[in-house]
Every structure is written in structure tokens, then in C-alpha cells.
């Protein structure tokens, strides 16, 4: 028989206003019968004394619900919690602790972190430290049973949690939160994660616990900040959701992914990010933004005011890294050998240009100013410019009634090129694109393998591995890990074949060769039709 899934509400900031958090709750469990628990994160008690608490402490007043809170992120509160290994504070309501583990009667289990991030010694009463992250990553990640927690429980928000996800609204995650609670929910990868204190509600996208084709398959995250309760705006602070315990899950089960899964928003690369030493947020761009002048062979920078870059100075904006190619290099925007008449924008660190024998008028390539031999190679900054490039260019190609097909061979070139080609939407459906992939990659022995949606290529090639990767404008991805000879102009072969472009003899570039004069009308019609969506002319 099904193990019966135990049902839960959590909490945001309550902030003192008990009556209209437990109101609320009864009016749920009115029209959607019994909750289990109540789960309350943020700041529980208001900063003055209440009397509406004291009818609740003496019983005159009492809980619908079991609630357990979390302790005190400010000196104001601190009075309320006398007990640091947790205790009751009034019928019903329950102050879990410091930190630690609650398992319940029936396997769950929930870890706990009372209290906002501290750096100060001694640490504050209201405050956590490394070392209390640590112990309590040691206290559950020291046996190899271990798989994760049911759920973890915090106030600060987890930093860096946006990474790679859904939009956290007005909440800035590269700025606010606490890079100890992104360290410990990255060791305990719990099922879901409550916080709250920024007076936001932001659910964020799942996210996986295991770096895709090189580990195991584990559980994936849900990540739920709250906002406080009662707020003026409504926004949501109060969330219900049902669970098994993991222990009474079977392993197929609890290690489905859901379908919007993405990558693991607390690894660099593959690997866990130096949280402990503090997490290193991706650098700032400049505050300036620069260009490469097209008219000087060397590929002299002038700023977006129009005058000329002058040498480092102290205090100045940090330019964009241009690392250097071992030799002469046909992409590299400071080359003499790039063909600039073929460009057609330039950004920060990225550029787009025309590509050479192009499968069509505007057929492009997103290349990086500086020397990048693959995507795997991109420093945070490139990456972030490059994802803005592939969303331009969907959007740009949708109004034009296209679809976009883009793909890279890390395989025989020196110099990472994004190939964007678009797919006219009468040509066919994208099943249809990744069909003829999939069937043409059969046909010649090749393991096209589908990855996850959200996945980071970072987390399945390492640098210096030779691949051939695919990515459809639905989010949809293909990937092959090159061990041997692979056909160079696999990519284009299969656009050009009668079940997408039906152009078989375009498939080699070189049969697509036109003359500089009419390579120059064509990309002085893309820059003219691209400039409403070029992102970088935005302030």
C-alpha cells in the first residue's frame, strides 16, 4: 500500500501578526481539511512586545495547527528564545532550535538554520557562523547513507539561488542572502528549501542535485522564498504542499525529474563553489561598455561615448579579459585576419557576424571578442552575453516568422563559433529538426544523446573534450561526445537535407561562397533589421 503523503503549510515572516496567520490557516483547513504541520521561516515575532502574543503564551489563545519556528535574526526578538536547543513556547507552537535535525514520527525530515549570516566574533545570539554551518553539515553528511533532507529551513535566502533559474523579481540573489545557507543547502540537498526576510515570494525552477552523465541521478530541489504575512501587495506567504518522507520513497520515484528542471545554481563548473571561503559571485560587468573599431586594423577599443580608450588608470572601469590565441586566428576581433566587413554587432564580449557561405542571408555566428576555443571555456561574464545573444536572436527570428536552429563543433577548430540557423516555420515543426538529427546521426553511427532542458554543457564536457552539441529554439538539446573522426559538415548537412531546407547542395559552405561586394549588402541588411532588437545599445 501507498505510503499516505503527510501535508504541510509553510510561512514567511509572521512578524507578530498571529491572528491573521492562524485565521488563514483555519480557513484552509476549513475548505481543504487537516494540515500536518506548520512551518514558519523568517522573523516570527514583531520587534515591539505584543500583547496579542501573551494571549497565545498563557493560552488564552491557541494554535490550529502544530507550528514550529525558527529562532531570532535580530537583538529586538532574541528575548522569546531563551532555550537555544529549541523548546515549547506556547501551546502548539514550538521553536526548533539553533540548528539541527526535526525527524518526525514518520521519516521526514527537516534540517534547520535559526538566524541571520554573521562574520563577527563572538557570533550574536540572533546570528549563525561557518563553523555552525559546518557542524551541522557534518551532523547528517558524515555517513555514506546519506542522500539529502526532506526539508531545510532557513531565513536568510540562499545566495546565488537565480543562477541559471526563473527570475527572482525584485530580489537581486548575486547581492542579498546568505552564501553559508547557499553552501549548506548545496551539502544537504533537501527536497524543498523554505526562507524567507526579503518580504518576496519567488518559487524558484527546480533544480538537480547531480551533474547530468557524469553522476547518479538524485532528487531535484525546489527552492520557495515567503513573503510576510499579511502584506499590503498580497503577495504569497503562505504555502501548501504535500510530501512522502524520502526514506519511504522508492529510489525510481524520488529521483524523477520534473520536466523544468535546470542546472544546480551552487556548482561552478561541475564542482560545489567555494561557499565555505564565501561564495565568488560572477564579476560585474563594466560600467562601461566597449567596443572594437572596425576601422583601425588592430582592433583599437573606443568607449560608447566615441572617444578614444585611454591607458589603465586606478579606479577605472574593469575591461573585458581578451585572451590571446596561440597564433594567427580567423575570429578573434583584434585579428588582422577577420573578415570585418562580416560583422554585423558587437557587445561587451561577444560579437555577431554573418557567416561565412551561410546557409541563408542570416545565417550568423555568436563568437566571443576574445580567444575561447568552447562554450565549456567561457568565464561567467561570456556566458551571460552569449545566453542574451541566443535570446535576441530567437525573439528576432520569430517576428520574421522563423524558428532557429543552433549548434557548435568543438571538434577541429581553434575558435568557439555558435552557428544560429534560421528555419523558416513552413519549412517544418521543430519534432521535425530533431528527427532528421537524431536519424541522420543513426544513419552514420553517431550517439546523439538528449540532455536536459536546463542543463549547463559545463556539467557534461569538460574543457578540452571534442563534442558536437545542438540546441533548438523550444530549449530542447542534443549532445555527442566526440571520440573519433566526425564529419565536419555534419551540422550543416542535416539543416540543408530535404526534410528541413531541402538545399543538399549547400550542406558544404564552400559551395556557398559569395562575393565580398554582396557579403557586404547582406550584413549592412541584417545590422538595419537587427537594430530594433539589439540588446546592446540599451543603457
Given at each position: 500500500?501507498?505510503?499516505?503523503?503527510?501535508?504541510?503549510?509553510?510561512?514567511?515572516?509572521?512578524?507578530?501578526?498571529?491572528?491573521?496567520?492562524?485565521?488563514?490557516?483555519?480557513?484552509?483547513?476549513?475548505?481543504?481539511?487537516?494540515?500536518?504541520?506548520?512551518?514558519?521561516?523568517?522573523?516570527?515575532?514583531?520587534?515591539?512586545?505584543?500583547?496579542?502574543?501573551?494571549?497565545?503564551?498563557?493560552?488564552?489563545?491557541?494554535?490550529?495547527?502544530?507550528?514550529?519556528?525558527?529562532?531570532?535574526?535580530?537583538?529586538?526578538?532574541?528575548?522569546?528564545?531563551?532555550?537555544?536547543?529549541?523548546?515549547?513556547?506556547?501551546?502548539?507552537?514550538?521553536?526548533?532550535?539553533?540548528?539541527?535535525?526535526?525527524?518526525?514520527?514518520?521519516?521526514?525530515?527537516?534540517?534547520?538554520?535559526?538566524?541571520?549570516?554573521?562574520?563577527?566574533?563572538?557570533?550574536?545570539?540572533?546570528?549563525?557562523?561557518?563553523?555552525?554551518?559546518?557542524?551541522?553539515?557534518?551532523?547528517?553528511?558524515?555517513?555514506?547513507?546519506?542522500?539529502?533532507?526532506?526539508?531545510?529551513?532557513?531565513?536568510?535566502?540562499?545566495?546565488?539561488?537565480?543562477?541559471?533559474?526563473?527570475?527572482?523579481?525584485?530580489?537581486?540573489?548575486?547581492?542579498?542572502?546568505?552564501?553559508?545557507?547557499?553552501?549548506?543547502?548545496?551539502?544537504?540537498?533537501?527536497?524543498?528549501?523554505?526562507?524567507?526576510?526579503?518580504?518576496?515570494?519567488?518559487?524558484?525552477?527546480?533544480?538537480?542535485?547531480?551533474?547530468?552523465?557524469?553522476?547518479?541521478?538524485?532528487?531535484?530541489?525546489?527552492?520557495?522564498?515567503?513573503?510576510?504575512?499579511?502584506?499590503?501587495?498580497?503577495?504569497?506567504?503562505?504555502?501548501?504542499?504535500?510530501?512522502?518522507?524520502?526514506?519511504?520513497?522508492?529510489?525510481?520515484?524520488?529521483?524523477?525529474?520534473?520536466?523544468?528542471?535546470?542546472?544546480?545554481?551552487?556548482?561552478?563548473?561541475?564542482?560545489?563553489?567555494?561557499?565555505?571561503?564565501?561564495?565568488?559571485?560572477?564579476?560585474?560587468?563594466?560600467?562601461?561598455?566597449?567596443?572594437?573599431?572596425?576601422?583601425?586594423?588592430?582592433?583599437?577599443?573606443?568607449?560608447?561615448?566615441?572617444?578614444?580608450?585611454?591607458?589603465?588608470?586606478?579606479?577605472?572601469?574593469?575591461?573585458?579579459?581578451?585572451?590571446?590565441?596561440?597564433?594567427?586566428?580567423?575570429?578573434?576581433?583584434?585579428?588582422?585576419?577577420?573578415?570585418?566587413?562580416?560583422?554585423?554587432?558587437?557587445?561587451?564580449?561577444?560579437?555577431?557576424?554573418?557567416?561565412?557561405?551561410?546557409?541563408?542571408?542570416?545565417?550568423?555566428?555568436?563568437?566571443?571578442?576574445?580567444?575561447?576555443?568552447?562554450?565549456?571555456?567561457?568565464?561567467?561574464?561570456?556566458?551571460?552575453?552569449?545566453?542574451?545573444?541566443?535570446?535576441?536572436?530567437?525573439?528576432?527570428?520569430?517576428?520574421?516568422?522563423?524558428?532557429?536552429?543552433?549548434?557548435?563543433?568543438?571538434?577541429?577548430?581553434?575558435?568557439?563559433?555558435?552557428?544560429?540557423?534560421?528555419?523558416?516555420?513552413?519549412?517544418?515543426?521543430?519534432?521535425?529538426?530533431?528527427?532528421?538529427?537524431?536519424?541522420?546521426?543513426?544513419?552514420?553511427?553517431?550517439?546523439?544523446?538528449?540532455?536536459?532542458?536546463?542543463s549547463d554543457i559545463k556539467q557534461i564536457a569538460q574543457p578540452g573534450t571534442a563534442y558536437f552539441y545542438v540546441e533548438l529554439d523550444t530549449g530542447e538539446?542534443?549532445?555527442?561526445?566526440?571520440?573519433?573522426?566526425?564529419?565536419?559538415?555534419?551540422?550543416?548537412?542535416?539543416?540543408?537535407?530535404?526534410?528541413?531546407?531541402?538545399?543538399?547542395?549547400?550542406?558544404?559552405?564552400?559551395?556557398?561562397?559569395?562575393?565580398?561586394?554582396?557579403?557586404?549588402?547582406?550584413?549592412?541588411?541584417?545590422?538595419?533589421?537587427?537594430?530594433?532588437?539589439?540588446?546592446?545599445?540599451?543603457?
Amino acid at each position: 500500500m501507498a505510503q499516505q503523503p503527510l501535508r504541510l503549510l509553510a510561512c514567511g515572516d509572521v512578524e507578530g501578526k498571529f491572528d491573521v496567520l492562524f485565521n488563514r490557516v483555519r480557513t484552509i483547513q476549513k475548505k481543504s481539511g487537516n494540515f500536518d504541520l506548520l512551518l514558519c521561516v523568517g522573523n516570527f515575532f514583531g520587534s515591539t512586545q505584543d500583547a496579542e502574543w501573551e494571549e497565545y503564551r498563557t493560552g488564552s489563545k491557541k494554535a490550529p495547527i502544530q507550528t514550529y519556528v525558527l529562532g531570532a535574526n535580530n537583538q529586538e526578538t532574541v528575548q522569546y528564545f531563551q532555550d537555544a536547543d529549541g523548546c515549547e513556547l506556547a501551546e502548539n507552537i514550538t521553536y526548533l532550535g539553533r540548528k539541527g535535525v526535526f525527524t518526525g514520527s514518520s521519516g521526514l525530515q527537516i534540517a534547520y538554520l535559526s538566524g541571520t549570516e554573521s562574520l563577527d566574533e563572538p557570533v550574536p545570539r540572533y546570528s549563525f557562523s561557518a563553523e555552525d554551518v559546518s557542524s551541522l553539515r557534518t551532523m547528517l553528511c558524515s555517513t555514506s547513507q546519506f542522500k539529502g533532507v526532506d526539508i531545510l529551513l532557513t531565513s536568510p535566502w540562499p545566495k546565488y539561488v537565480g543562477s541559471f533559474g526563473n527570475s527572482s523579481g525584485e530580489v537581486d540573489t548575486k547581492k542579498c542572502g546568505s552564501a553559508l545557507v547557499s553552501r549548506l543547502a548545496a551539502s544537504l540537498k533537501p527536497r524543498y528549501h523554505f526562507a524567507a526576510l526579503e518580504k518576496s515570494y519567488y518559487e524558484r525552477l527546480p533544480y538537480r542535485n547531480h551533474v547530468v552523465l557524469q553522476e547518479s541521478a538524485q532528487h531535484a530541489t525546489r527552492f520557495i522564498a515567503l513573503a510576510n504575512v499579511g502584506n499590503p501587495e498580497k503577495k504569497k506567504y503562505l504555502y501548501a504542499f504535500s510530501i512522502v518522507p524520502m526514506k519511504l520513497m522508492a529510489a525510481a520515484e524520488l529521483i524523477k525529474q520534473p520536466p523544468d528542471v535546470t542546472e544546480n545554481p551552487y556548482r561552478e563548473s561541475g564542482k560545489e563553489a567555494a561557499v565555505g571561503k564565501q561564495m565568488s559571485a560572477p564579476q560585474e560587468e563594466s560600467t562601461c561598455q566597449f567596443f572594437f573599431d572596425l576601422s583601425e586594423k588592430q582592433g583599437r577599443k573606443r568607449s560608447s561615448t566615441g572617444k578614444d580608450s585611454k591607458p589603465p588608470q586606478a579606479k577605472q572601469p574593469r575591461r573585458p579579459l581578451l585572451l590571446l590565441p596561440p597564433g594567427p586566428c580567423w575570429f578573434c576581433l583584434a585579428s588582422p585576419e577577420v573578415e570585418k566587413h562580416l560583422v554585423v554587432n558587437i557587445g561587451t564580449h561577444c560579437y555577431l557576424a554573418l557567416a561565412k557561405g551561410g546557409l541563408s542571408d542570416d545565417h550568423v555566428l555568436i563568437l566571443p571578442i576574445g580567444h575561447y576555443q568552447s562554450v565549456v571555456e567561457l568565464s561567467a561574464e561570456v556566458v551571460e552575453e552569449v545566453e542574451k545573444y541566443k535570446s535576441t536572436l530567437k525573439r528576432f527570428f520569430k517576428s520574421r516568422g522563423k524558428r532557429c536552429v543552433l549548434f557548435e563543433r568543438n571538434y577541429r577548430s581553434h575558435h568557439l563559433q555558435l552557428q544560429v540557423i534560421p528555419v523558416p516555420l513552413s519549412c517544418c515543426v521543430t519534432d521535425d529538426i530533431k528527427d532528421a538529427f537524431i536519424t541522420q546521426a543513426q544513419e552514420q553511427q553517431i550517439e546523439l544523446l538528449e540532455i536536459p532542458e536546463h542543463s549547463d554543457i559545463k556539467q557534461i564536457a569538460q574543457p578540452g573534450t571534442a563534442y558536437f552539441y545542438v540546441e533548438l529554439d523550444t530549449g530542447e538539446k542534443l549532445f555527442h561526445r566526440i571520440k573519433k573522426n566526425f564529419p565536419l559538415q555534419f551540422g550543416r548537412e542535416v539543416l540543408a537535407s530535404e526534410a528541413i531546407l531541402n538545399i543538399p547542395d549547400k550542406a558544404d559552405w564552400r559551395q556557398c561562397q559569395i562575393s565580398k561586394e554582396e557579403e557586404e549588402t547582406l550584413a549592412r541588411r541584417f545590422r538595419k533589421d537587427f537594430e530594433p532588437f539589439d540588446f546592446t545599445l540599451d543603457d
